[in-house]
Structures are given as structure tokens and as C-alpha cells.
């Protein structure tokens, strides 16, 4: 016979960082009218990471979730809107390409758009694939304006994500779930207890000798990673050999440039460059591979590489790209940085936290924690991990940035074989491959392998019902609804300051 659950009666957050307050808003609010207790312990002595301010477009299905908006939370944040990521010098010095948060074209016949495209440009008569998304348009010319409801079709259409300042969105969240409940400690966390009849956490122990009991742990402690690494000791998968980027240093600076809605990633001698525009300073940090080139040189190339007086000093960051190999083990979840942590090239890590979030909800446990739904979410995060993994590595390995030992060696390198699989339908026939649980879809591959110059052997030859002319046509036809649709877009800036100021 069926028994009630044993419903979960108290929940600890460890850390208060944007994992921890994120965590915090969501359960608080999911868990209403639930006779459970939350309660966050962060220690104001250790700092957060201090970076992490661009997101990708399902970030607003979080504001949604807690009951907020997109706009309200620019206003709380000194945000502003992001339509994709710039990558610059990337393909090799002087090359720009665009990945925008939309679609292109109109597919037809059942072929997708690209393999038109893809005719057009093979008969020397093509056009830039950018000239078919709306959201690439209007990054173009720093526009926006909210997407139309009901648009006429996908070229009227596109998706947004926000930037904001780290520390000032989980000092919003901290507002709203305390708000709905969630108790907030102050204290050192300096151990924990375990239950030894089931290897689970029991309590955590704190350096003022207060203990907090729970049933369920989310570990939001950052890199330290005191209650999945340090108490279960789930070891840490490392992925460095795929990703060798290793450090950061980030520093913020005054605006110069325009308020650009989007992110730019700029290409370096040993790494890449950030540059994410906010209402009050520009953030910037130069991600880098420390066998390639010293902590000074890097805080040098940052220094000339920033649009405007500095900010702050430099914030040295250094990480080991990977994952652990759980994020569930025992009655813990981890999330953010305590769960592992792919460098920020499109920004995942704010929405890994924000699924991780979404999948507990999903496979929400009772105070027994059947080992089954721990190990399906496992190997959902795996998944997950691997395929932005994949696609992050797709950036570097297309490179054509001969003649310089960091980019040498990331074309060279061994891919992954989910990665090779996708690689060589691309290059067979245009072809894409999508997995289950990928954060990123055929558009975005299409505009990573267009954009680092990666063409197919040939287009589909279904494309071929249509000759070039009849395509000509419907591609004038499709660049016009693109511009019709553009024209009722503002400038960027005028948005934010009508909408989004303090
Ligand atoms: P942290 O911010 O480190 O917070 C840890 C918390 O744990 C703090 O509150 C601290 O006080 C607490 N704590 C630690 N030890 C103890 C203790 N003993 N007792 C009590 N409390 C304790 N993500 C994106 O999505 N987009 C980006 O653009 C992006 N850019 C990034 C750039 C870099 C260089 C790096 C390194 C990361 C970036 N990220 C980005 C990732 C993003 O910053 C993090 O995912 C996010 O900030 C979550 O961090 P966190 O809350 O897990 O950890």
C-alpha cells in the first residue's frame, strides 16, 4: 500500500553568494503553504566570487518563478539588456561574428533556413547570415525593445537575457526571500555532523558553536565546497586537458564605448577577453591558460585592453574547469561554484544553477532521499555539464589563429567524441546533432560554425527544389521583414533609462 511521504521539514542553504540567494527566493517561494523551514548561513567575513553579470535568455524564466520581471530587476541591479555575445578576433585577428539569442530565416519545404543559405553562398552569391536575425539587427545598432507578443513569424522575433551587477542581484534576491521567510545566519560554517546510520548530513557547526540540523543541504559554498567536497568528499572531475583555461583576472572600469546590449568576447594571446556593460561601469576580465602566459602579463593585456579608468584593483581568480561527480550525494545538493564550474565564454553558469534549482523542484525528495531520483538528477547534470562543455570547446578548436602556441594547441587537441560526432555531420552536409539536455540549440551551433568559418562539404540537396533566383527573392523578402521589424526598436540606452533606472 501506498504510504504518505515523510515530508522534507527543513532545508539549509550554505553560502550566500548568487547560488545560495537564487536557491533561497526559489524554494522559499515554491515552497509556500509547506510547513518547511529555510534558512541560508553565510559568513560575512568570506567574500563571493564577485563576478558573474551576464546571463542567457532562460534567466527570465527564473524572474518569472519568483515573480519579477526582467525590467524590474535591471532596475535593482544597474542591468542592462543582452541580445547575444559579440565574439571578437576569435576566428583570427580583425574577424567579429555575432551569436544572437533568436533564430534565422524561415526554413521551408522542410529544410532548414542555412541550407538556402548555405546554396546562396556556395553559387558566390550570398549575403551575410546575420541579415536574417532580428536580434543580431538590432545588436548591430544597439537597439531594443521587448519582443512583440504575437509576432507574424520567427523573423519578428527574438530572445533577450540581462547583465547586472553580481552583488546588487543577491542583495535583491536576499530581499525577496526573506521576505517569504527564509531566515538568514551570519556565522562561520567550521564543520558538520553526520548521521552514521545513513552517511547523510545531519548538522552544521558553527565556529560561535551554533549547530544547524536540516534534512536537506544545499551546498552554495562556492569553490570551498565545504559540505559535497569537504564532509561527503565527492570527488572532483577535472576537465582541464579539454579546457585549459585556468585563471581570471577581472576588473571594472568607467564607460567609454556606447551601452551596447550585448556581451563581447574579445580573443587574447592565451585566453579571451570580457566585456559586459552595465548602467554604472563596464566589467571586464581576461580568462586565460597560466602555462601560456604569467599573472602579470595578463593583469597587463586587461589593463590595455579596458575602455576606461579602472575601477577597482584586479581580482586574481584561479579555477579548475570540471564538475563534481555528483552534484547530489546524500541528502546535499550542490550548486553554482560548489558544483563545478565551466569557464564564463557564454555565460552558463548562472543558468546551471537556475536548472539545478528547477530539477530539485522537479525530483523534490522526501526525508528518506531515495538513491533513484539522486542518481537520474545526477546524470541529467552530467549530461547538461557536457554539452555546454562541448560547445564551449567548439570556439576554441575552430580557431584560425595560426602561428600562436595557445591557439595551435586548442585546434590541435583531441575533441570529446559527442563533439567529433556533431563536428563531422556539420562538415558532411550541414547537419546538427542535438542530444538531450542541451542548453544550446541548432541556431546557436549554426552561428558558431558559420561565424568561425566552418563550411560544410555541401548543403542538403533537398534545398535544391528551389533555384538561386526563386531564393534571391524569398531571402530580399526575409531581410525586409527582418528591417520592418527593426524600425520599431529604440536606441539601447533610451530603453534603459525610460525603463530601467534606479
Ligand atoms: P560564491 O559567490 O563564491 O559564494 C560562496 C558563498 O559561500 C559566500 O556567501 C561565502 O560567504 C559563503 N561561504 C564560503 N565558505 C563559508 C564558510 N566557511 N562559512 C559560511 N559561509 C561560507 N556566471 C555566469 O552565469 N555569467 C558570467 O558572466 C560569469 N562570469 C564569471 C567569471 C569568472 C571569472 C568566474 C570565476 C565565474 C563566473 N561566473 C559567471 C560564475 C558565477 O560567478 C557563479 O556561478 C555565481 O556567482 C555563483 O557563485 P556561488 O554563489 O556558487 O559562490
Same mark, same amino acid.
Given at each position: 500500500?501506498?504510504?504518505?511521504?515523510?515530508?522534507?521539514?527543513?532545508?539549509?542553504?550554505?553560502?550566500?553568494?548568487?547560488?545560495?540567494?537564487?536557491?533561497?527566493?526559489?524554494?522559499?517561494?515554491?515552497?509556500?503553504?509547506?510547513?518547511?523551514?529555510?534558512?541560508?548561513?553565510?559568513?560575512?567575513?568570506?567574500?563571493?566570487?564577485?563576478?558573474?553579470?551576464?546571463?542567457?535568455?532562460?534567466?527570465?524564466?527564473?524572474?518569472?518563478?519568483?515573480?519579477?520581471?526582467?525590467?524590474?530587476?535591471?532596475?535593482?541591479t544597474n542591468g542592462t539588456v543582452k541580445l547575444g555575445i559579440?565574439?571578437?578576433?576569435?576566428?583570427?585577428?580583425?574577424?567579429?561574428?555575432?551569436?544572437?539569442?533568436?533564430?534565422?530565416?524561415?526554413?521551408?519545404?522542410?529544410?532548414?533556413?542555412?541550407?538556402?543559405?548555405?546554396?546562396?553562398?556556395?553559387?558566390? *552569391?550570398?549575403? /551575410? +547570415?546575420?541579415? #536574417?536575425?532580428?536580434?543580431? $539587427?538590432? =545588436? %548591430?545598432?544597439?537597439?531594443?525593445?521587448? !519582443?512583440?507578443?504575437?509576432?507574424?513569424?520567427?523573423?519578428?522575433?527574438?530572445?533577450?537575457?540581462?547583465?547586472?551587477?553580481?552583488?546588487?542581484?543577491?542583495?535583491?534576491?536576499?530581499?525577496?526571500?526573506?521576505?517569504?521567510?527564509?531566515?538568514?545566519?551570519?556565522?562561520?560554517?567550521?564543520?558538520t555532523e553526520m548521521d552514521s546510520a545513513t552517511g547523510h548530513?545531519?548538522?552544521?557547526?558553527?565556529?560561535?558553536?551554533?549547530?544547524?540540523?536540516?534534512?536537506?543541504?544545499?551546498?552554495?559554498?562556492?569553490?570551498?565546497?565545504?559540505?559535497?567536497?569537504?564532509?561527503?568528499?565527492?570527488?572532483?572531475?577535472?576537465?582541464?586537458?579539454?579546457?585549459?583555461?585556468?585563471?581570471?583576472?577581472?576588473?571594472?572600469?568607467? *564607460?567609454?564605448? /556606447? +551601452?551596447?546590449? #550585448?556581451?563581447?568576447?574579445? $580573443?587574447? =594571446? %592565451?585566453?579571451?577577453?570580457?566585456?559586459? !556593460?552595465?548602467?554604472?561601469?563596464?566589467?571586464?576580465?581576461?580568462?586565460?591558460?597560466?602555462?601560456?602566459?604569467?599573472?602579470?602579463?595578463?593583469?597587463?593585456?586587461?589593463?590595455?585592453?579596458?575602455?576606461?579608468?579602472?575601477?577597482?584593483?584586479?581580482?586574481?581568480?584561479?579555477?579548475?574547469?570540471?564538475?563534481?561527480?555528483?552534484?547530489?550525494?546524500?541528502?546535499?545538493?550542490?550548486?553554482?561554484?560548489?558544483?563545478?564550474?565551466?569557464?564564463?565564454?557564454?555565460?552558463?553558469?548562472?543558468?546551471?544553477?537556475?536548472?539545478?534549482?528547477?530539477?530539485?523542484?522537479?525530483?523534490?525528495?522526501?526525508?528518506?532521499?531515495?538513491?533513484?531520483?539522486?542518481?537520474?538528477?545526477?546524470?541529467?547534470?552530467?549530461?547538461?555539464?557536457?554539452?555546454?562543455?562541448?560547445?564551449?570547446?567548439?570556439?576554441?578548436?575552430?580557431?584560425?589563429?595560426?602561428?600562436?602556441?595557445?591557439?595551435?594547441?586548442?585546434?590541435?587537441?583531441?575533441?570529446?567524441?559527442?563533439?567529433?560526432?556533431?563536428?563531422?555531420?556539420?562538415?558532411?552536409?550541414?547537419?546538427?546533432?542535438?542530444?538531450?539536455?542541451?542548453?544550446?540549440?541548432?541556431?546557436?551551433?549554426?552561428?558558431?560554425?558559420?561565424?568561425?568559418?566552418?563550411?560544410?562539404?555541401?548543403?542538403?540537396?533537398?534545398?535544391?527544389?528551389?533555384?538561386?533566383?526563386?531564393?534571391?527573392?524569398?531571402?530580399?523578402?526575409?531581410?525586409?521583414?527582418?528591417?520592418?521589424?527593426?524600425?520599431?526598436?529604440?536606441?539601447?540606452?533610451?530603453?534603459?533609462?525610460?525603463?530601467?533606472?534606479?
Amino acid at each position: 500500500m501506498m504510504a504518505a511521504p515523510d515530508p522534507i521539514r527543513s532545508i539549509v542553504i550554505a553560502g550566500g553568494g548568487t547560488a545560495g540567494w537564487m536557491a533561497a527566493a526559489a524554494l522559499a517561494r515554491r515552497l509556500e503553504r509547506h510547513a518547511v523551514t529555510i534558512i541560508l548561513v553565510e559568513s560575512s567575513e568570506i567574500r563571493t566570487i564577485g563576478v558573474g553579470e551576464a546571463t542567457v535568455p532562460g534567466i527570465r524564466d527564473y524572474f518569472r518563478d519568483i515573480g519579477t520581471t526582467g525590467t524590474e530587476v535591471m532596475k535593482a541591479t544597474n542591468g542592462t539588456v543582452k541580445l547575444g555575445i559579440e565574439f571578437a578576433d576569435w576566428r583570427q585577428q580583425g574577424h567579429r561574428f555575432f551569436h544572437p539569442f533568436g533564430l534565422y530565416g524561415s526554413p521551408s519545404r522542410g529544410v532548414q533556413f542555412h541550407h538556402y543559405w548555405l546554396k546562396l553562398q556556395a553559387a558566390g *552569391r550570398g549575403t /551575410p +547570415l546575420a541579415d #536574417y536575425c532580428l536580434a543580431s $539587427a538590432l =545588436a %548591430a545598432d544597439n537597439l531594443f525593445m521587448p !519582443p512583440p507578443e504575437a509576432p507574424q513569424n520567427d523573423l519578428g522575433t527574438f530572445d533577450w537575457a540581462v547583465h547586472f551587477e553580481a552583488a546588487a542581484f543577491a542583495t535583491f534576491l536576499a530581499g525577496r526571500a526573506q521576505a517569504d521567510g527564509v531566515r538568514h545566519v551570519d556565522a562561520r560554517i567550521a564543520g558538520t555532523e553526520m548521521d552514521s546510520a545513513t552517511g547523510h548530513i545531519a548538522a552544521i557547526l558553527l565556529n560561535d558553536g551554533g549547530r544547524i540540523e536540516g534534512d536537506l543541504f544545499i551546498d552554495c559554498t562556492g569553490f570551498r565546497a565545504l559540505l559535497i567536497g569537504q564532509a561527503l568528499a565527492v570527488p572532483y572531475i577535472d576537465w582541464s586537458d579539454l579546457l585549459p583555461c585556468d585563471r581570471a583576472v577581472a576588473m571594472p572600469c568607467t *564607460r567609454a564605448d /556606447p +551601452l551596447t546590449p #550585448y556581451t563581447r568576447s574579445t $580573443a587574447r =594571446a %592565451a585566453g579571451w577577453q570580457w566585456r559586459i !556593460p552595465l548602467q554604472s561601469r563596464v566589467g571586464n576580465g581576461y580568462v586565460y591558460s597560466s602555462r601560456h602566459i604569467s599573472d602579470d602579463e595578463a593583469v597587463a593585456t586587461l589593463r590595455a585592453g579596458i575602455e576606461g579608468e579602472a575601477l577597482a584593483d584586479p581580482n586574481l581568480i584561479r579555477f579548475t574547469t570540471g564538475k563534481r561527480a555528483q552534484v547530489w550525494a546524500g541528502n546535499c545538493i550542490a550548486l553554482g561554484l560548489a558544483a563545478g564550474f565551466l569557464e564564463p565564454l557564454e555565460s552558463t553558469s548562472i543558468t546551471l544553477i537556475q536548472t539545478g534549482i528547477e530539477r530539485l523542484l522537479d525530483f523534490w525528495p522526501d526525508r528518506n532521499v531515495d538513491p533513484a531520483l539522486r542518481t537520474e538528477y545526477n546524470r541529467i547534470a552530467d549530461d547538461e555539464y557536457q554539452r555546454i562543455r562541448d560547445f564551449l570547446i567548439l570556439h576554441y578548436w575552430g580557431n584560425q589563429r595560426h602561428g600562436e602556441p595557445f591557439w595551435d594547441a586548442m585546434r590541435a587537441q583531441a575533441l570529446p567524441h559527442d563533439l567529433q560526432r556533431k563536428i563531422d555531420l556539420w562538415q558532411s552536409r550541414g547537419r546538427f546533432v542535438r542530444y538531450l539536455w542541451e542548453s544550446f540549440g541548432d541556431p546557436s551551433w549554426l552561428s558558431l560554425y558559420v561565424g568561425l568559418g566552418l563550411t560544410p562539404r555541401h548543403y542538403d540537396p533537398l534545398a535544391d527544389f528551389f533555384t538561386e533566383a526563386d531564393l534571391e527573392g524569398a531571402f530580399a523578402k526575409m531581410r525586409d521583414a527582418v528591417a520592418r521589424a527593426k524600425a520599431l526598436a529604440i536606441p539601447h540606452e533610451r530603453f534603459i533609462a525610460e525603463h530601467c533606472r534606479n
